[in-house]
């Protein structure tokens, strides 16, 4: 399934709303944890995956970035990246991510932040991702934490004055398909265990170099004391692969 909900007005106008959206990567509360995983970026060729308002794109300029593609599935999403300026070094892309087919060895770096949890088919996409990286490059992604994903519910169990007491982890080991609510929208994500995304990188060439379980700042919970919950399970998943360079 290839969706698209960011092409739904309405849903669109919620996203705008959300402190990331208006603030960029310093309101991202995985921001500081994702950018320690991030190798040197000067002079290096980047593809950024599901790159919505584009704000890694722009990182990646501001790093010294030769070039920079970004991918993402919804117009709305690339007319805003392109609002923000106009860079000849950036080129937006609208395809969904299941349809990459780039050049062997086009990219030094791809970055993909919380948009791979959307997708089905996550090995083949590695795949891709691993042709398009030239030897010694870099995949960094985040993804929603198989811990968040398990139940299609994603939400706390509560007490009766409406508490959270704890979160709820069943149905681990059941992978694929979860109907799940976000900004008050149906989405469709899957979810996968932390064996089966690792293994995934592992089978496509990947060697795993550094994990991450981010929690949130402490700048971050006193701008937004409700992510104080965020510390008691991980909500995001962070990796760093790198594909091995050439032997010849």
């Given at each position: 399934m290839k969706q698209n909900k960011y092409d739904d007005q309405g849903f669109f106008d919620k996203y705008k709303e959300m402190p990331r959206?208006?603030?960029?990567?310093?309101?991202a509360g995985e921001w500081p944890a994702l950018k320690q995983l991030i190798p040197d970026l000067r002079d290096k060729r980047v593809l950024d995956l599901g790159c919505g308002y584009?704000?890694?794109?722009?990182?990646?300029r501001e790093q010294g970035a030769r070039s920079v593609v970004g991918v993402d599935i919804s117009a709305k999403m690339l007319e805003r990246a392109k609002s923000y300026g106009d860079d000849p070094a950036i080129t937006y892309?609208?395809?969904?991510?299941?349809?990459?087919?780039?050049?062997a060895e086009q990219?030094?770096?791809?970055?993909?932040?919380?948009?791979?949890?959307?997708?089905?088919?996550?090995?083949?996409?590695?795949r891709q991702i691993a042709h398009a990286l030239a030897p010694g490059g870099t995949f960094v992604l985040s993804v929603e934490h198989p811990i968040f994903t398990?139940?299609?519910?994603?939400?706390?169990?509560?007490g009766a004055e409406g508490e959270r007491l704890h979160w709820p982890v069943d149905?681990?080991?059941s992978e694929g398909l979860r109907q799940t609510r976000f900004l008050d929208n149906d989405v469709v994500k899957y979810h996968r265990t932390l064996a089966t995304l690792l293994n995934a990188l592992i089978s496509a060439?990947?060697?795993?170099?550094?994990?991450?379980?981010?929690?949130p700042t402490q700048e971050a919970i006193?701008?937004?004391?409700?992510m104080r919950d965020e510390t008691r399970r991980p909500i995001f998943l962070l990796v760093a692969a790198f594909k091995a360079a050439s032997t010849e």
């Amino acid at each position: 399934m290839k969706q698209n909900k960011y092409d739904d007005q309405g849903f669109f106008d919620k996203y705008k709303e959300m402190p990331r959206s208006i603030s960029g990567l310093e309101s991202a509360g995985e921001w500081p944890a994702l950018k320690q995983l991030i190798p040197d970026l000067r002079d290096k060729r980047v593809l950024d995956l599901g790159c919505g308002y584009g704000w890694h794109c722009r990182y990646a300029r501001e790093q010294g970035a030769r070039s920079v593609v970004g991918v993402d599935i919804s117009a709305k999403m690339l007319e805003r990246a392109k609002s923000y300026g106009d860079d000849p070094a950036i080129t937006y892309v609208q395809l969904p991510i299941e349809d990459i087919a780039f050049d062997a060895e086009q990219f030094d770096v791809v970055i993909s932040s919380l948009a791979l949890h959307y997708i089905a088919d996550f090995e083949a996409v590695c795949r891709q991702i691993a042709h398009a990286l030239a030897p010694g490059g870099t995949f960094v992604l985040s993804v929603e934490h198989p811990i968040f994903t398990a139940r299609a519910a994603q939400d706390w169990h509560y007490g009766a004055e409406g508490e959270r007491l704890h979160w709820p982890v069943d149905d681990y080991q059941s992978e694929g398909l979860r109907q799940t609510r976000f900004l008050d929208n149906d989405v469709v994500k899957y979810h996968r265990t932390l064996a089966t995304l690792l293994n995934a990188l592992i089978s496509a060439g990947f060697t795993i170099a550094q994990l991450s379980e981010p929690q949130p700042t402490q700048e971050a919970i006193e701008q937004y004391p409700d992510m104080r919950d965020e510390t008691r399970r991980p909500i995001f998943l962070l990796v760093a692969a790198f594909k091995a360079a050439s032997t010849e």
